[in-house]
């Protein structure tokens, strides 16, 4: 059979230039570079088209390249974001060729199922959770009422579906190494985030799913409360394969849990130090979850950078958000990885509910504070399936509009909490973050480092620099 797997571009392109978010960081969409190696090892012709980094690429002309396929299913992957605009293309292609077969998943489908499937008719599948051998057993003509994590319709319309358990999601090491072989452009037309990388080409790894906690704002419909992880020898001959076929010399492991696993973290990197090309990598490291033993196998491994959720600098804002977490013990822990010579980024959230500006001051203090070389805001999500959503309207002002999801991209304010003014303070904050934290001073010392240690991020900024200019300006 032959198919087309399609990742939206998700934002405006009528002048033609990529989002500033997109030539901040490109990663490709491992979901269905997944699902697509799935496919072809069940003997599938896959193409996977990823328009999010081929700005200059209209929407109409992505209708009649999918078409010029001939695929007989194609599968759109899709957060709030770019979902909207994976639709108005879904639908294209339905008016001009109504016996092609439409697949979503994502992770905003999976909160979705039935409500899209009600209000968005272009759409003839839905799959809610882990989408490969759902995908694949749609694709070999079984039944779609018995797949689980499968809705369509029945004969008069209404939506119908049986939701995954925990028994039918994917066992980590039965499955193929993702398509990255079918991505166009792999690696060198991606890139990780700027300064987050001393050497390209880079690659994002995926090495385990889901989460054992229970944050209010993080959506979890797709993997449900599972956890579960590739075993240290599948990582490494996946991290060896991207580096002896693809020439990558970074990685990036996107896992929210990477140092979960200690026993498992503790063999791959005594891999990963007796390969003799060595690589440096990233990865996501949890407050509470840090020693000197763990920081020294990184480190040893070939860590060069790790990621810390923070979110904020204000006591009681935490308790509501993340279970557990003390200001003094994300002191502690970030100071300790910076006594030991990992370069630290700092991931915050702003705009929450109960936020105050009192409480944002004390987040921009606190984070100013700490021995951090990089630091990530975003913009707070009230995200559909987030615990927090079905309450949401209580706290503050948002719309549940369908018209809204192409803005809740966690870079737009799309809520805002009955304890601030208004949007454009929640901005005017956002602005004194970034220009506060940037310009301390032990930051003078880090780009004068980061000219040498990570020169490819300084020819993206120079090559880009009118348009991070003309965004700074309006901070």
């Known amino acids: 059979m032959n198919i087309v797997l399609f990742y939206p571009r998700g934002y405006d392109n009528k002048d033609g230039k990529a989002s500033i978010s997109s030539l901040a960081v490109s990663l490709p969409p491992m979901g269905l570079a997944s699902i697509a190696a799935v496919l072809k090892q069940g003997g599938h012709r896959v193409t996977l088209i990823d328009a999010s980094i081929q700005h200059k690429v209209a929407d109409s002309q992505w209708v009649e390249k999918i078409i010029s396929r001939a695929p007989e299913f194609i599968g759109f992957s899709t957060i709030t974001s770019n979902f909207l605009n994976a639709y108005e293309i879904c639908e294209a292609i339905k008016e001009k060729n109504a016996d092609i077969l439409t697949v979503f998943g994502g992770v905003h489908v999976s909160w979705g199922k039935e409500t899209i499937l009600e209000n968005f008719p272009a759409i003839d599948f839905v799959i809610a959770g882990e989408g490969e051998y759902a995908f694949l057993k749609i694709a070999k003509g079984e039944n779609p009422t018995s797949i689980p994590g499968v809705y369509s319709r029945d004969n008069i319309g209404k939506p119908q579906g049986i939701p995954q358990e925990k028994e039918d999601l994917c066992v980590m090491d039965e499955l193929p190494f993702p398509a990255y072989d079918i991505i166009d452009g792999f690696p060198k037309k991606y890139a990780m985030p700027l300064f987050s990388y001393p050497r390209h080409p880079g690659a994002s790894v995926i090495s385990s799913r889901g989460c054992v906690y229970a944050c209010s704002f993080c959506d979890r419909s797709v993997y449900q409360n599972s956890f579960r992880w590739n075993s240290p020898e599948y990582t490494f001959e996946l991290v060896k394969w991207l580096q002896t076929d693809f020439g990558i010399k970074h990685i990036m492991f996107y896992d929210d849990l990477f140092t979960m696993n200690r026993k498992r973290v503790f ?73 030991n010579g990992l370069w630290v980024k700092g991931l915050f959230m702003m705009g929450m509910p109960g936020e105050t500006e009192k409480s944002i001051q004390k987040t921009i203090d606190f984070a100013c504070s700490l021995p951090l070389k990089d630091a990530n805001v975003t913009a707070f999500t009230p995200f559909p399936g987030a615990p927090i959503s079905s309450t949401i309207e209580s706290f503050g002002e948002f719309s549940q509009d369908f018209s809204q999801w192409p803005d809740m991209d966690c870079v737009n304010f799309v809520f805002v909490p009955k304890t601030l003014p208004s949007k454009n303070k929640l901005q005017k904050y956002y602005g004194e973050f970034i220009k506060r934290f940037y310009q301390r001073k032990s930051m003078r010392k880090v780009y004068k480092k980061m000219v040498f240690q990570s020169p490819h991020s300084y020819w993206r900024l120079i090559k880009q620099a009118s348009r991070f200019i003309g965004y700074s300006k309006r901070m």
């Open 267 to 339: 063999t791959l990197c005594k891999l990963l130090r007796k390969n003799p090309t060595k690589l440096s990598f990233n990865c996501i490291v949890r407050i509470g979850h840090i020693d000197e033993e763990l920081i020294k196998e990184l480190k040893t491994a070939g860590c060069w950078m790790v990621h810390v959720g923070i979110e904020s600098g204000d006591q009681e804002q935490l308790d509501n958000l993340k279970q557990g977490l003390q200001l003094e013990q994300i002191r502690s822990d970030i100071e300790k990885l910076h006594k």
